[in-house]
């Protein structure tokens, strides 16, 4: 019989307890999570980027959720938009059609996202925002964020919650336009240029 020192955490293997994620990635992503926007819509915009921990590195195992409203700044009320295979049961992916403003995507081995939806509308003061919640390994409580879009100078200036916001790290929550509908906005969960998170009670 082997013993194992136990006096140096290095010499433990870790028990499931120890172990935080990814778990999720097994049943949370489906095909087409990611295409939000129905198809062909004049709307659709093209939002990616890149997860990063704290030391600069990708996240090849991280998963984005979505949310945002249509372009009149309305909430979808719709039931969803998946398809299910009549003979096995299983998610067979979005019908295409309805937009319910919510997605997920599932970042891929060099760390990157991306999701296809349409362009947020203004709600209430708010300048047009996209909601975020990131899962990633190491996080025991998922981190909620904004991706502000740029060109509005004005409505961002009076965004109620960006001007809370120190203004040196405002840009965390604004994404760069990449021209074409396209919107590049990556996340760094901690360190230098960590993204503003936000926490709801």
């Not at 090849?60 to 039931?79: H, K, Q, S, T, Y």
């Not at 991706?147 to 919650?161: E, K, V």
């Not at 965390?172 to 998170?197: K, N, W």
Request: charged share 20%.
């Amino acid at each position: 019989m082997t013993k194992i020192d136990t006096s140096r955490p290095e010499t433990v293997l870790p028990t499931p307890s120890h172990t935080v994620g990814p778990f999720y990635g097994h049943a949370l992503p489906f095909p087409g999570g990611e295409d939000i926007a129905p198809v062909g819509h004049p709307d659709t915009i093209a939002v990616h980027g890149w997860i990063h921990d704290g030391a600069g590195n990708p996240l090849p195992d991280a998963f984005v959720e979505l949310w945002g409203p249509d372009p009149d700044g309305n909430i979808p009320r719709v039931d969803g938009s998946m398809r299910r295979d009549g003979a096995s049961g299983g998610f067979m992916g979005r019908t295409g059609v309805e937009f319910t403003g919510w997605g997920r995507s599932q970042t891929d081995a060099s760390g990157h996202w991306s999701a296809r939806t349409l362009r947020p509308g203004a709600r209430g003061q708010s300048a047009p925002y996209l909601s975020v919640c990131v899962f990633a390994r190491g996080l025991l409580v998922h981190l909620y964020t904004r991706i502000y879009l740029p060109g509005d100078d004005a409505a961002l200036a009076a965004d109620p919650l960006l001007s809370r916001v120190d203004e040196a790290r405002r840009g965390t929550l604004i994404a760069t336009d990449g021209g074409h509908g396209t919107y590049r906005f990556d996340i760094r969960l901690q360190g230098e240029g960590e993204t503003v998170f936000l926490e709801f009670q």
